[in-house]
């Protein structure tokens, strides 16, 4: 069976490792190759290859590193769907929903694409008299980035093209669940011209994220994943002085207001609540019903939950399974433990039958309502097909609900009221926030990230924080001096 390589230096290498792990389709429960876990010695091969690809990179011109940039955004372009059916043959997710992952990724290739405004400097002429002053940002040396399974191409491709179009190499540590597409990834790079080592890619699990945490050579990480990894990274990282983001787990509320049009609110609950099998950090996890609209609403969304196809991500199904079956498995038993605490599930995916992929890691789409406050069905993070429903008399309660949630990556309200969601926007302790709209993933020249346990560190990934966490500011101030200059003045420096 082959056994998916580490890329170091523009090519494919094996590893001195021998441990591997099984890579599954979750549409058919089949393992399908294999892929290898770098050991300490492999993990410093790769950083080695990008600490000593950095000096030439960051002396490339610009307009040289500009253009490798879009060369790549034109190969993928042109050949996304190959990307996007790896995409489904690992995570699973439908084909339209992993071309949409590519998608979103290829815009921050675009935005990594104007590079050289983005580093333009400052300069002052004459400051003080006869001195000017000339800011500069400058790339930071080799990086890590470390990302979850949910989006093997979408959530890389938020930093790698802003961290190389700065001048910056990479070390890219995938999830071992569909690490495959990182390859592929890494061979456009190649074939669009990157030089050897700036863009590396390592296979492995914590034994490589911990030499990337500790290693020297490795000045920045950014990290995706679960939020007590993303603690662990972000404590780790900073304790060996390295600037590290590290974007952690989320439970997003949405919020009905009873003015709400309770057909457009329906169609996103269940897009933002099932799309990619609740496998998205921006899913839709908690809707809060206000006032007297839940039974209706409730019922709407019941109706359209009962007609979603489900089944393999290749066919025409709206949505796939989930990524692995001790994850199913994990995703049924919070549905259990809701049902045991007493909520009412209002449509049961546990029960779903695929009849040509029984072995497929399959869990239906789940409504459950009458949840409360204190089952572990709304305190955890699922990760899954299962929407939960909370009632509540008030915007005030809805928005105490959202505010006392640990997590705060992104939430969603759907009124007609102007003023009520001026309000929201303005009160709300969320990073990202929708008006009517479920999934309010930021375009990619604004930042994305969220607040308390679902980000650690100051900066956001991509857009302009994206550019400031690749770069570092230099601040030179110069005097050419005339002849009529002289004398000593041992005095602090001041403005004259
Ligand atoms: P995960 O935390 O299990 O894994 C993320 C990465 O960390 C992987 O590369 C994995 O190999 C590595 N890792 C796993 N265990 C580790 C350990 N003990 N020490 C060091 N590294 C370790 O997350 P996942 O299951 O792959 O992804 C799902 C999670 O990611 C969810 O919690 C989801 O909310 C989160 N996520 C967050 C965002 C965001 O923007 N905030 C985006 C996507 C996913």
């Not at 983005?118 to 001195?131: D, K, P, V, Y």
């Not at 609540?273 to 609209?293: D, H, P, Q, T, W």
């Not at 992104?410 to 302790?429: L, S």
């Amino acid at each position: 069976m082959s056994v998916v390589p580490h890329w170091i230096n523009n090519k494919q290498y094996t590893g001195q490792s021998a441990t591997n792990a099984p890579v599954t389709n979750p549409a058919t429960g089949e393992v399908t190759r294999r892929v290898a876990l770098a050991d300490q010695h492999d993990t410093r091969v790769a950083i080695n290859a990008a600490a000593a690809a950095f000096p030439a990179w960051r002396d490339t011109s610009l307009a040289k590193r500009t253009s490798i940039v879009f060369r790549f955004r034109e190969l993928l372009n042109e050949r996304k769907n190959e990307l996007a059916e790896i995409i489904t043959s690992e995570h699973g997710k439908v084909l339209s929903d992993a071309l949409g992952e590519v998608s979103r990724g290829q815009e921050v290739v675009e935005f990594a694409c104007g590079i050289p405004y983005l580093l333009r400097g400052g300069m002052t002429e004459n400051a003080s008299t006869s001195i000017d002053v000339t800011s500069l940002r400058q790339p930071i040396g080799p990086v890590g980035i470390i990302s979850p399974f949910n989006f093997p191409a979408m959530v890389p491709m938020w930093f790698f093209p802003i961290a190389i179009a700065a001048g910056n190499t990479v070390v890219l540590k995938p999830s071992e669940k569909d690490p495959s597409a990182s390859l592929w990834i890494a061979e456009l790079w190649s074939e669009a011209g990157l030089p050897d080592g700036v863009f590396n890619v390592l296979q492995g699990d914590k034994i490589a994220v911990d030499e990337l945490l500790v290693n020297p050579e490795i000045k920045a990480i950014s990290f995706v994943g679960s939020t007590p990894i993303a603690q662990y990274v972000y404590a780790t990282g900073t304790a060996h002085g390295k600037r590290v983001q590290a974007l952690g787990g989320a439970k997003n509320h949405a919020i009905v207001l009873p003015d709400a049009d309770l057909d457009l609110a329906a169609d996103a609950m269940v897009n933002a609540g099932f799309g990619s099998a609740g496998e998205r950090c921006m899913a839709i996890s908690v809707l809060v019903a206000v006032g007297n609209i839940a039974d209706e609403l409730v019922a709407k969304i019941a109706a359209r939950t009962r007609i979603l196809k489900i089944g393999d991500g290749n066919k025409a199904s709206d949505m796939g399974p989930l990524v692995s079956k001790s994850h199913r498995d994990k995703v049924a038993s919070y549905v259990d433990a809701g049902e045991k605490d007493g909520a009412t599930i209002v449509v049961d995916g546990r029960t779903i039958t695929i009849d040509d992929a029984a072995d497929g890691f399959w869990l239906g789409p789940t409504l459950i309502d009458h949840v409360g406050t204190e089952m572990s069905i709304y305190t955890d993070e699922i990760f899954g097909p299962v929407l939960s429903v909370i009632r509540v008399d008030s915007y005030d309660e809805a928005l105490e609900l959202v505010n006392s949630s640990e997590f705060g990556n992104g939430t969603a309200i759907f009124t007609n009221d102007g003023g009520a969601a001026r309000r929201f926007q303005n009160e709300v302790q969320v990073g990202m926030v929708g008006i009517n709209v479920p999934v309010p993933v930021p375009m990619a020249y604004y930042s994305f990230g969220g607040w308390k346990n679902s980000l650690f560190g100051d900066s956001h990934a991509h857009g302009l924080e994206g550019v400031h966490f690749f770069t570092r500011g230099k601040v030179i101030t110069t005097r050419w001096l005339d002849p009529s200059h002289a004398g000593i003045e041992l005095g602090f420096p001041q403005n004259t």
